[in-house]
């Protein structure tokens, strides 16, 4: 009955004011203070992004320019309507006006914390997820908070309370937390990313050394936002000792691999012995590093497939790194001619067709070799070293192939068919060789 009493007299003082025509001229400030923000937006917002981002370019400047134009609409009309409605309430009711205000202010809250997301998380179902529960969220409260609910809420949520220890816990308290929590730790994942993109820009300091410290850093951000969030909201930092215990248990027997491969992702980036766009082996997966988390490994191979490598099974098990201290790799194609062809002709074009690719390196210079002797005919095999590995080794086979076959068919050398000699010793009858 109290709450059809709060929206009764809500409704009551809004047709109350129509009557009066009070309310034209709430109406008249709230048209006037959107129309003024939109222009007022428009001016600033062309003048920021060609003056600011012009004369800094840097991701983290227009990351701090998308934000500031995305406020500047529902800041400005907030501010517009505050002082009408500090203006107006001299003279006569703001009913509406009261309405309008936690409105607009929703509005900025919502655009604001999208905005922290969309810039701090990867994009996906799940951010778009978390971008509908804050806004429901947040027009939740301003609907209770006009219909008078809110306080009422309020009260039920600090009466309930439960202990952890000597500490008492409201479920007031406990969602107060987790909102500062949460806050606080998307701040700092937006600072992070912001000081990310200026790391990341350093080309004077190695890459890895570049991913160690981006990472390092945006957890310890993580971590000071959770421990300055807490006593905010009153909550005693010694109670996560409870939850230390329990922690250390989960870690030592569900959480191991996944701990193991958090450390080993910071070795791997501490000592360099993977890095991205290193061409590697490991675990039996040809390929090169594309990206390089804290948890794994993306490994991109020759024909597209990605291959997810925990970074354990890189610590611990052996990885060739063909890229390691030299990106030269050896390129070996094996050729066979008959044994009527002539093999010092063969052994020519076999080098010309190298010396005539233009991803074949002339230093060291490739070579052309006999390497055995077989049934159908004489083995060759040539030789030459490339160094952009990452553009394929298939196609530059294909290529050479291709050349090999064009060249020998022009110069008479014989590429053999296997060849087998069927002896019948001592002949059959026309009766034996009957079917029965």
Sequence with gaps: MKNQSEVGRLLADLFDDLQRGAILWQIA??????????????????????????ADPERTMRIS?????RELFPLTALLLLLIGRWALQSYQPVHLLNIAVPLVLAMVIVRGVIYLLRHTFAPGGLLRSWE?????????????????LLPAIGRFLEDTAFRIGQQRLSLAMVFTALLTIVLTVMAALWIGRMLEARIMALQQVEINLRFALTKILRTVLVVMAILIALPIVGIDITVLSVFGGALGVGIGFGLQKVAANYISGFTILLDRTVSPGDLVTVD???GEVTKLTSRCIIVRGPDGTEAIVPNETVVTSTVINHSYSNR???????VQISYSSNLETALKLMLEAAYSHPRILKDP???????AFGDNGINLELMAWIEDPEHGKFNLNSDLNLALYKSFRANSIE???PQRDIRIIGGLNSSEMAPK
Excluded: C, E, K
């Design 65 to 69: 320019i998308g934000g500031m134009n």
């Design 29 to 54: 400030i709230i048209a006037l203070a959107l129309l003024i923000a939109w222009q007022v937006a428009r001016h600033l917002r062309r003048r920021l992004t060609a003056s600011t981002v012009a």
């Design 284 to 286: 039996h997966f040809y």
């Design 132 to 148: 509908m529960a804050i806004a429901w969220l947040v027009w939740l409260g301003v609907a209770l908070h006009i219909v008078g």
């Design 365 to 371: 210079a490739p070579t052309a070799l006999l390497t």
């Design 328 to 334: 030269r790799v050896l390129m070996r194609v094996p």
């Design 415 to 417: 590429i053999p068919y």
